[in-house]
């Protein structure tokens, strides 16, 4: 089975900063199988990227996916103040990371 | 629009069952996999289980084999969750996602909540 690990726990910074994201698997993983889902308080998680590097529909320029075999990392580029969220990478067929919080400095 | 919108939760004793319903609407239901995913409070997000579109491929999370059953009707564009020999640890927040060839997950529903305790 494999295992992702996010980092950091937390990431505290303030809007208008770059905020880098990462995701580890225990095993290399396919590429086209890596995603990345946000998730704010009291809501569902929405798809921000899938095949490891690709925009889901209508989310900003200002998020980016990169990585591959047991490497990913999720970038963004210019936090806005509704990017403060928990953001989870998933391997399909694995579980999910356990999250990395964004929060505000 | 894709409208995914859950229901059957509540609380339920410890070995008792509950089953949860997903009505889909504003896409092709029978042209998707579909899938079951869970949140206990406070915590991340765990998959729980999926199905092909025609309902011949099931897969389940290690922790609900033998309890819990996914199933499909593609002529009433719903998905079911049956969870039986339910655990306290089985308390969570479940949502449905649209599985995209089970390569993600690009929409999810407002999830429903599931309490099991006594």
């Known amino acids: 089975e494999i295992v992702l690990t996010q980092s950091p726990g937390t990431l505290s910074l303030s809007p208008g900063e770059r905020a880098t994201l990462s995701c580890r698997a225990s095993?290399?993983?396919?590429?086209?199988?890596l995603a990345w889902y946000q998730q704010k308080p009291g809501q569902a998680p929405r798809l921000l990227i899938y095949?490891?590097?690709s925009r889901a529909t209508g989310i900003p320029d200002r998020f980016s996916g990169s990585g591959s075999g047991t490497d990913f990392t999720l970038t963004i580029s210019r936090l806005e103040p509704e990017d403060f969220a928990v953001y989870y990478c998933?391997?399909?067929?694995?579980?999910f990371g356990p999250g990395t919080k964004v929060d505000i400095k | 629009e894709v409208q995914l919108v859950e229901s059957g939760g509540g609380l339920v004793q410890p070995g008792g069952s509950l089953r949860l319903s997903c009505a889909a609407s504003?896409?092709?239901?029978?042209?998707?996999?579909m899938s079951w995913v869970r949140q206990a409070p406070g915590k991340g997000l765990e998959w729980v289980a999926n199905?092909?579109?025609?309902?011949?491929?099931?897969y389940y999370v290690d922790s609900v084999k033998g309890r819990f059953t996914i199933s499909r009707d593609n002529a009433k564009n719903s998905l079911y969750l049956q969870m039986n020999s339910l655990r306290a640890e089985d308390t969570a927040v479940y949502y449905c996602?649209?599985?995209?060839?089970?390569?993600?997950?690009?929409?999810w529903g407002q999830g429903t909540l599931v309490t099991v305790s006594s």
């Open positions: 996602a649209r599985d995209v060839d089970t390569a993600m997950l690009d929409y």
């Open positions: 095993q290399s993983v396919s590429s086209s199988y």
């Open positions: 095949g490891a590097s």
């Open positions: 199905i092909k579109q025609d309902g011949s491929e099931k």
């Open positions: 504003g896409f092709t239901f029978s042209s998707y996999w």
């Open positions: 998933q391997q399909y067929g694995s579980s």
